[in-house]
């Protein structure tokens, strides 16, 4: 697994779209926003950042679910280092994720170092990210880690179910530290189900741009 890279294709020559989920890997209204609304406010990280916290995801895709938390860190002013785990199956090239960032010049910025690093684990002056490639429902379970708060940005659970078992949501509560939180675009059910069994309080919240609802939770 740990050769496999991401096969896309380009929607408008801008967003990328994944050949082996066809789904894109950000909202082609605003991806940016998307992040800000799905997992800032759906995690309420701006005012739970302390030093040290920790953000865990599965899917780091294009990095710009990093790159917005990242940027929210900074903003919010918080003293000391952020955390970030990302689980990744298949890596995009560092030349289509450049690409891909291009589209954000918010966090442009921040995208330059991460680009610089070679888009993935690296240690930044504030932050340290973490990226474990491999299939999630191996590499999860061998983790040591806990979060403090989950980004589950995995693709459609339609076209990925893989990512969404009730198996990987058990994995992700073994590894989410009390009251924890999990955030999430989709609203399917089998994912809510999985969530609320592996023990979360589930909730359904009003969604990004078309999509109609989203999924909250918090680690009981």
Known sequence: MQDQRAELEWREDRVPVSVRFDDPYFSLEDGLAETRHVFLAGNDLTARFVDGFH??????????????????????????????????????????????????????????????????????????????????????????????????????PAKNPELWGADLMAEVARHTVPAGTAATYTAAGFVRRGLEEAGFAVTRVPGFGRKRHMTRAVLG
């Open 55 to 156: 953000i865990a995801e599965l899917g780091f895709g294009t990095g710009l679910n990093f790159l917005t938390a990242w940027a929210a860190w900074r903003a919010a002013g918080v003293p000391g280092r952020l955390q970030f785990t990302s689980f990744e199956a298949f890596p995009m090239d560092v030349s289509e994720m450049e690409k891909a960032l291009a589209a954000f010049p918010e966090v442009a910025e921040l995208a330059g170092h991460l680009i610089a690093a070679g888009g993935g684990s690296a240690e930044f002056m504030d932050a340290t990210l973490t990226v474990i490639e491999g299939d999630a429902r191996e590499t999860l379970a061998a983790w040591d880690g806990k979060a403090d708060a989950w980004f589950l940005d995995g693709f459609s």
